[in-house]
T-cell receptor, first 111, second 116 residues
Framework: SQKIEQNSEALNIQEGKTATLTCNYT??????LQWYRQDPGRGPVFLLL???NEKEKRKERLKVTFDTTLKQSLFHITASQPADSATYLC??????????WGAGTKLIIKP | DAGVIQSPRHEVTEMGQEVTLRCKPI?????LFWYRQTMMRGLELLIY????????DSGMPEDRFSAKMPNASFSTLKIQPSEPRDSAVYFC??????????????FGEGSRLTVL
């Protein structure tokens, strides 16, 4: 069955450091993969999309990598800030419209 | 621009009652999704509409759940009769892309349902 694994434990990072979140998937080859941020009591918010033929994508302090051989995506936040604290969701796309959602990684940036 | 609008934000009801959740997608978006989120199961797709037509309802748990999209600016998700295990946060999301697009989703703030 299709499976998405993200860091199961909360990730505690000191302010100013780089936070790295992991997303591993099995049993399929997504055409692209999306990352979302979700704050408590809110809906997920789209951050970045990376295609299977792209190795890396950047947006301001965010960077995403996509390794189709390892079946893994890494999500980096550089110069992290307490405001970056949230749950981050990985969602590879399968087929024409279906996103398969990871459980999310809770990121805590400590001042 | 207004985002996806969902109502109610919170609903507490008793087992057996009918629940109707509402969604107004972003104008111009032709895809609409209903998701359910729980701690145990994360985000689960319930139903997907494209141009107001249900394309995939395989995630609808059982016949107690139904969804409609009578026009491009409105959708409902109905649970009748409701059960305690339906307690969850229900999200509506819309996308400007059809099946050919990259499909980034714009989520509403969710409807938190508690069935006693």
């Amino acid at each position: 069955s299709q499976k998405i694994e993200q860091n199961s434990e909360a990730l505690n990072i000191q302010e100013g450091k780089t936070a790295t979140l992991t997303c591993n998937y099995t049993n399929y080859s997504p055409a692209y993969l999306q990352w979302y941020r979700q704050d408590p009591g809110r809906g997920p918010v789209f951050l970045l999309l990376i295609r299977e033929n792209e190795k890396e994508k950047r947006k301001e302090r965010l960077k995403v990598t996509f390794d189709t051989t390892l079946k893994q995506s890494l999500f980096h936040i550089t110069a992290s800030q307490p405001a970056d604290s949230a749950t981050y969701l990985c969602a590879p796309r399968v087929g024409n419209y279906q996103l398969i959602w990871g459980a999310g990684t809770k990121l805590i940036i400590k001042p | 621009d207004a985002g996806v609008i969902q109502s109610p934000r919170h609903e507490v009801t008793e087992m057996g009652q009918e629940v109707t959740l509402r969604c107004k997608p972003i104008s111009g978006h032709n895809s609409l999704f209903w998701y359910r989120q729980t701690m145990m199961r994360g985000l689960e797709l319930l139903i997907y509409f494209n141009n107001n037509v249900p394309i995939d309802d395989s995630g609808m748990p059982e016949d107690r759940f139904s969804a409609k999209m009578p026009n491009a600016s409105f959708s409902t998700l109905k649970i009748q009769p409701s059960e305690p295990r339906d307690s969850a946060v229900y999200f509506c999301a819309s996308s400007p892309s059809g099946t050919s697009g990259t499909g980034e989703l714009f989520f509403g703030e969710g409807s938190r349902l508690t069935v006693l």
